[in-house]
């Protein structure tokens, strides 16, 4: 597997499955744009918010001020990433 890195910092993962152990997020809203990730968790924790739907967007105070580094998840292959522990779920409020 290739190894990806945040599309902000910059900082190195070496597999998708290690980064969805480790907390990566793979997209952010930033007004009503959204954009590729994927953002290692230290970023997410100082530059995200959850909004209302669950969703990570871009704090207010820095939107227009982050530059993003090309996402890499776009470009990978199903065969790149193993899903088989992920659970989703969905909660009706």
Not at 70 to 91: H, Q, S, T
């Amino acid at each position: 597997m290739q190894p990806m890195r945040c599309a902000i910092c910059g900082i190195e993962i070496d597999s998708p499955d290690k980064a969805i152990l480790e907390d990566w997020v793979p997209y952010v809203m930033e007004g009503e744009e959204e954009q590729e990730g994927p953002f290692c968790a230290p970023c997410a924790e100082v530059l995200f918010e959850l909004n209302e739907d669950g969703e990570f967007v871009l704090k207010k105070e820095y939107r227009g001020k982050v530059i993003f580094l090309d996402g890499e998840f776009e470009y990978m292959d199903e065969d790149d990433y193993d899903l088989a522990g992920i659970v989703l779920e969905y909660c009706d409020n």
